[in-house]
């Protein structure tokens, strides 16, 4: 059975500052690896896809990685804003489902 | 122009009423999710309908019922609602890849947010 954890469950950091959002998920047999955003009250907004196959994918200031032998994946965040505060959840599609993490509550700080 | 939409946002209701959340999408997307995420924010698959077939149920009491009318659309029934019901629900929806397999970017609905008092 799939899991997923992520650490650290907060962080709080000062805005300018990179930071490293960790992910681990105990079954590596995955179509792919999900990194979302998500505000308070709101819904989930895509942030990255890393395919099974890949290694990592970048969008902006952000950058994912995949491991899927060790069954981690990090998002890591550079140059940090305010509007970067959020909940950061990760994903791993086992077949038509994601198994989410409990995510990552960030706030940058101005 | 919104990609997954839910209605009602708010749903607020007696224990043992019935009540249906309905998703639509508008994105062609052969595949369509609901989850649910509890008073601890974490979110957990309930069910996964690919062109309108059920292939994903995670051991959801027989009281949800889903129901799939056509591809863009799938509704969320309730019966006998409970106090653990208490959640919000978001309805997802996703594009299988060219090779086969659930392989593409799952889009999110705003959520349901279901108080059940």
């Known amino acids: 059975k799939q899991e997923v954890t992520q650490i650290p469950a907060a962080l709080s950091v000062p805005e300018g500052e990179n930071l490293v959002l960790n992910c681990s998920f105990t079954?590596?047999?995955?179509?792919?690896l999900q990194w979302f955003r998500q505000d308070p009250g709101k819904g989930l907004t895509s942030l990255l896809l890393?395919?099974?196959?890949?290694r990592e994918q970048t969008s902006g200031r952000l950058n994912a990685s995949l491991d899927k032998s060790s069954g981690r994946s990090t998002l890591y965040i550079a140059a940090s804003q305010p509007g970067d505060s959020a909940t950061y959840l990760c994903?791993?599609?086992?077949?038509?489902?994601?198994?989410f993490g409990s995510g990552t509550r960030l706030l940058v700080r101005p | 122009d919104t990609a997954v939409s839910q209605t009602p946002k708010y749903l607020v209701t007696q224990m043992g009423n019935d009540k249906s959340i309905k998703c639509e999408q508008n994105?062609?997307?052969?595949?369509m999710y609901w989850y649910k995420q509890d008073s601890k924010k974490f979110l957990k698959i309930m069910f996964s309908?690919?062109?309108?077939?059920?292939?994903i149920n995670e051991t959801v009491p027989n009281r949800f019922s889903p129901k799939s009318p056509d591809k863009a659309h799938l509704n969320l029934h309730i019966n006998s609602l409970e106090l653990g019901d208490s959640a919000v629900y978001f309805c997802?929806?996703?594009?299988?890849?060219?090779?086969?397999?659930?392989?593409?970017?799952?889009?999110f609905g705003p959520g349901t947010r279901l108080l059940v008092l």
């Open positions: 309908y690919n062109n309108k077939e059920l292939i």
């Open positions: 994903a791993a599609d086992s077949s038509y489902k994601l198994i």
């Open positions: 994105l062609g997307h052969d595949t």
């Open positions: 890393i395919q099974s196959s890949q």
């Open positions: 997802a929806s996703s594009q299988e890849s060219l090779a086969g397999g659930p392989e593409e970017t799952q889009y």
């Open positions: 079954d590596s047999a995955i179509y792919n």
